[in-house]
């Protein structure tokens, strides 16, 4: 009986863990100006990603419908559930719907001038800091040292990388050890409703796994235009000693 509730208790907190996870993903991806397409709702309908293409919809359109179709399921909700099913399929299934891009050129653009204007914010309150620095340094080599850090654009570039995309980061491998910890349960000793349970959260997470997957080749597209505007911006306008 104790070993029953500790396996419960495990798995309430997983639980609560993959919605969690799920919840900050998505509010990382708002922070990036990421706005979900009308039909993203009808994917969440059919549990899967709004990357999927036509067949994929098809197949967890079937999958789905053998489960809650009313002709084998006399649960109260079958029939508004299979309703949903119908109605979602029905748009997705139309030439041009179910082709859905949440990373795309406006996203990126929008994503690097957040990024610029907190970048320039910095770099502005490292200028000022290294006029106070240079005036009350004692000799040149001091102020040159000064000057050296400042110009060393790079360093700052990591703090402000670090400040925006580093809890993406962190939420990534959250959500691979998690997943591998249910996988690695699910190969235990379960019941049916436990096992039905956890594997239909392991498909959630593997759908974010994926998810974080296309925003990291994203996001590392924008790290590379960023790099190079900014050190081109950087090069252009080094600051010099006034001693």
Do not use: C
Not at 189 to 211: P, T, V, Y
């Amino acid at each position: 009986m104790l070993g029953s509730r500790i396996a419960k208790a495990r798995m309430s907190a997983m639980l609560r863990e993959s919605r969690r996870l799920e919840r900050e993903s998505s509010k990382f991806l708002e922070s990036l100006g990421i706005q979900e397409a009308p039909s993203a709702a009808y994917f969440k309908v059919l549990g899967i990603r709004p990357t999927e293409g036509p067949k994929r919809i098809r197949a967890a359109y079937v999958s789905k419908m053998r489960k809650y179709h009313p002709d084998v399921n006399a649960s109260d909700d079958a029939q508004d559930t299979a309703k949903a099913l119908n109605e979602a399929y029905h748009f997705l299934s139309k030439k041009g719907n179910f082709s859905v891009s949440m990373f795309t050129q406006q996203t990126a653009d929008k994503a690097k001038k957040a990024f610029i204007d907190l970048y320039l914010a910095e770099r502005k309150k490292d200028l000022e800091r290294l006029e106070k620095d240079v005036a009350n340094s004692k000799d040149s080599f001091t102020a040159e040292a000064y000057v050296g850090n400042f110009n060393a654009w790079e360093k700052r570039f990591r703090k402000i990388w670090g400040s925006r995309f580093g809890r993406f980061y962190s939420l990534q491998r959250s959500t691979s050890k998690l997943k591998k910890r249910m996988e690695k349960v699910m190969e235990g000793k379960l019941g049916q409703e436990e096992r039905s349970i956890l594997k239909e959260n392991a498909a959630s997470l593997a759908d974010l796994a994926a998810l974080q997957q296309d925003a990291e080749r994203f996001i590392s597209s924008i790290r590379k235009d960023l790099e190079a505007s900014i050190g081109e911006m950087e090069k252009k306008s080094k600051a010099s000693v006034r001693y």
